[in-house]
């Protein structure tokens, strides 16, 4: 026992521990908050995992014909929209089964990635690191926070950003609407299959922005592992977050804890089965969702089709 | 066809009067093989309050629905203040003045009221200003509300005050009341009918109100305009008709007087007495005993609290009370969806095991549930599907399902209690809320039980269809089943009822002999007050 907690504190007075959760949860934060966007509006966006792949892909290619990270960012939402857009037309216009577009679209990302990665095969390198002054300075989490790469920088803009237009805006009352009362919404004259296709937008926005970050702010190097099922950590934050943003995030940066733990505990020399440790981040992920799930209220038309006319 | 001849006398007003506000002309919409509306033709004028009376089903909703471009008529076409419009979504009945306050209500639960209220607007969101027009109208007309509540924390009558400040809001000058006081308390209707008043009184506006409440629409509308299975077949006019002859022209025949009192909501204490004195029952020995049960639910809020009650063979007992006071539980009790803390429910002496399923159902109980849409039918299956959905056993041979047979016990049960479809196969959406209430009906009766519990038998359906109900329960009753009657309506009770315990907080907290009805007690028992 004595064994165990010398290795977590260990591991939680590294720095390189925060400095991989704060990394592990910018990734995660930028698919989840744009998925928490859709999912108010009444979608379940499981495609989000093939948006930040998709992402991920264009902004390596973006990045290898112009030489630059801000063109590269941008690229990566052409990846995250295209596939947006798949996902919001077909669910939401053609009344496709939002679960079988987004779980063909995901197999299909990571098909047709691997092939281009082989075909393109795109350089890609990091972006600079800038130190915020001052703040960057303070012990744990001053590196973490404030001394990244420049894209990491993006969530402090995005988050509120994304809080403001759900809560703040006409569009995000519109889109609260359509996702829990659709009937209601669509009777007050909201267009709401409309709403949800423009919240799937934004869901590949993010997303987009998030497979630019893990290309040119935490790995440097394309590779259709990457992404890995993280898209459905993000979506599993949605729901541990209980619908909040707030709680969506504490969601990120606890997954994105057990991921750096993981790191960190070999990292400092530690023996333990990696197989074991690999799906630690998963557990964690299983036993947050069964502590916290049940008690939250998701949006009443969660995933539920809306089809106007008589009921 | 009983439309035809209204045509007729429509148009020749037409020639009298300048552009009604609205006027509708051979209006047809189909769903499926149901007609909801006929070639309706019909005008509303200006500065009026126009009822719109009928049975349900009888096409009246759609009819709204069509003006307000939710849904698109098969043929037809309307216009406002003379010209022709196509109105194909909400958005654009909104543009031309026409504003809805709908039945089942169109609000967003976890939104609070001003962002209800502003909902389905455009421009920026400015929560100020919506705050202050909802203080204004609330001012206005009487409409006081909180504009920070939750509209889920709310209840009905002030979800439905929310409702008419944001038809409001927009300025309409037509205003659809779609059956507005089915879901309020007799105080609750009046302030409406009062505001209602103003509306129309202030700013000249149209209000149409849809009901089928015969004194409703008596007391509260200036002309009315009766609707039987989708067309306009009559047209009176409020200051010159009665109560009968309203009933008439909805049923197209004579209703009894019971089921005329209940759609007027009426209350007879000397004509009740008198029936009440008709019969006195001779007293079985009871077949189902309900023995002090209690029962708490989530949080441990009391749901049953020491409850008793004996029902005999052959005979009605009557459960009133205000709503919300255990009724509910005690049906679910009696539906095997409700096990216990406390206490036992025997039949015939036997003890039945509580809150397993399907017990209470083979020892004999039957039960109308309260809301038949989400325990009684299931509306995407056919009309003999839903008759055998518990007991197959009469149309299955081994095991498996005869069609022939169903088909065949289907159609008998159709004519017998002359269900209106159009077959066995119809869908059960497709019928009315009366006669999908005589599908469970039939079922249950099919069951032969010893008890028949009926939870709020008759809610939300017509004058027709009441009387039907209270018809087969007296019937029942006759052939030795011994019936529980569930009623928030005191009418319905008073009329059927042998027996009447009186149900607050949990508990019967009275008790009285159709003999011995003392109306004022009934009040106290009911208000909680100790009689």
């Known amino acids: 026992m004595d064994a165990f907690f010398s290795a977590a504190w260990d591991v939680m007075s590294s720095d390189s521990t925060y400095l991989n959760t704060a990394l592990f949860a910018a990734f995660l934060a930028f698919a989840a908050s744009g998925e928490w966007v859709a999912e108010r509006a009444g979608t379940l966006n499981i495609s989000v995992e093939g948006m930040l792949l998709a992402g991920a892909f264009t902004s390596a290619v973006g990045f290898d014909i112009t030489g630059s990270i801000a063109i590269g960012m941008a690229s990566g939402l052409v990846g995250g929209l295209v596939i947006a857009g798949i996902q919001a037309e077909m669910s939401h216009r053609l009344a496709a089964d939002q679960f079988v577009v987004g779980l063909t679209l995901n197999i299909l990302v990571f098909g047709l990635a691997g092939f281009l990665d082989n075909e393109i095969q795109p350089e890609t390198k990091l972006a600079h690191r800038f130190d915020i002054p001052l703040l960057s300075d303070l012990p744990l989490i001053g590196q973490a926070l404030f001394g990244q790469r420049w894209p990491f920088y993006i969530l402090y803009v995005l988050l509120p950003f994304t809080w403001w237009l759900v809560f703040r805006t006409r569009w995000g009352l519109e889109l609260r609407a359509a996702g829990e009362n659709p009937q209601s919404a669509d009777v007050s004259g909201i267009n709401v299959n409309r709403r949800r296709r423009q919240s799937i937008y934004y869901a590949g926005f993010t997303a987009g922005l998030g497979g630019g970050f893990l290309i040119l702010a935490q790995i440097g190097q394309f590779e259709d592992s990457h992404v890995g099922g993280r898209g459905f950590i993000a979506i599993a934050a949605v729901i541990f977050g209980g619908w909040t943003l707030r709680g969506t995030i504490a969601g990120c940066v606890l997954f994105a804890f057990a991921l750096a733990s993981r790191l960190s505990i070999q990292g400092l020399g530690y023996d333990v089965n990696s197989e074991l440790l690999q799906s630690a981040p998963f557990v964690v992920t299983i036993l947050g969702m069964a502590i916290f799930a049940h008690r939250v209220r998701p949006p009443a038309s969660l995933a539920q089709p809306f089809v106007r006319g008589l009921k | ?531």
């Not at chain 2, 109980?365 to 995407?380: K, N």
């Open chain 2, 1 to 531: 066809m009983t439309g035809e001849e209204f045509v007729s006398a429509g148009a020749g007003e037409a020639l009298a009067s300048p552009a009604p506000a609205v006027r509708l002309s051979g209006i047809t919409k189909r769903f499926g093989s149901v007609v909801a509306c006929d070639e309706v033709d019909l005008a509303l004028e200006r500065g009026r309050i126009h009822g719109i009376l009928g049975e349900n089903g009888a096409g009246k909703s759609t009819l709204m629905k069509i003006l307000i471009g939710l849904v698109l008529p098969d043929a037809g076409s309307i216009s406002i203040d003379g010209v022709h419009q196509q109105i194909h979504d909400p958005l654009v009945a909104a543009d031309l003045g026409i504003g809805m306050v709908h039945q089942h209500f169109s609000l967003v639960e976890p939104l609070t009221v001003w962002e209800n209220v502003t909902l389905g607007e455009v421009g920026r969101l400015d929560p100020e200003s919506v705050r202050n027009r909802v203080g204004e109208i609330a001012e206005q007309y009487g409409l006081v509300i909180d504009p920070d509540a939750r509209v889920g924390d709310l209840t009905a009558g002030l979800r439905q005050r929310v409702e008419i400040i944001k038809c409001l809001r927009r300025d309409p000058s037509i205003v659809i009341f779609d059956e507005p006081t089915s879901v309020l308390t007799p105080e609750e209707s009046v302030q409406l009918f009062d505001s209602l008043r103003n509306v129309v009184a202030a700013e000249g506006r149209t209000v149409v109100l849809v009901s089928h409440k015969l004194d409703e629409v008596l007391h509260a509308t200036d002309d009315i305009a009766i609707m039987r299975q989708g067309s306009v077949v009559d047209r009176q006019s409020a200051a010159e008709t009665d109560a009968p002859s309203l009933a008439r022209a909805m049923v197209g025949r004579e209703v009894s007087l019971r089921s005329e009192r209940a759609a007027l909501g009426l209350l007879d204490d000397e004509l009740a007495a008198a029936r009440m004195n008709q019969a006195t029952m001779n007293r079985a020995d009871p077949i189902l005993r309900v023995r002090n049960v209690s029962a708490s639910g989530a949080g441990g809020v009391t749901l049953l609290n020491d409850l008793s009650l004996d029902l005999a063979p052959g005979e009605i007992v009557g459960i009133a009370g205000v709503e919300g006071n255990g009724q509910r539980h005690l049906s679910d009790l009696l539906s095997s969806l409700l096990p216990l803390a406390e206490g036992s429910v025997e039949m015939n002496g036997q003890t039945i095991p509580t809150g397993r399923s399907g017990a209470m159902a083979r020892a004999g109980i039957a039960v109308i549930p309260e809301d038949r849409h989400d325990s009684g039918i299931v509306l995407e299956m056919t009309v003999a599907e839903n008759l055998v959905l518990f007991d197959q056993s009469r149309v299955a041979r081994h095991r498996m399902l005869d069609r022939g047979e169903l088909d065949n016990f289907a159609r008998e049960v159709i004519k017998k209690f002359s269900i209106a479809c159009t077959g066995p196969d119809a869908p059960m959406w497709a019928l009315s809320g009366g006669n999908q209430q005589r599908v469970v009906l039939a079922r249950e009766l099919a069951k032969r039980p010893q008890v028949l519990v009926a939870a709020q038998p008759t809610r939300g359906l017509d004058v027709g269809a009441i009387e039907y109900m209270g018809e087969r329960l007296e019937e029942a009753a006759g052939d030795g089943v011994g019936v529980l009657l569930i009623s928030s309506e005191l009418e319905e009770i008073l009329d059927l009822s042998h027996r009447i315990l009186v149900m607050h907080s949990g508990r019967v907290a009275g008790e009285m002999g159709r003999a011995d009805v003392d109306i004022e007690r009934l009040g106290l028992l009911m208000g909680g007050a100790v009689a």
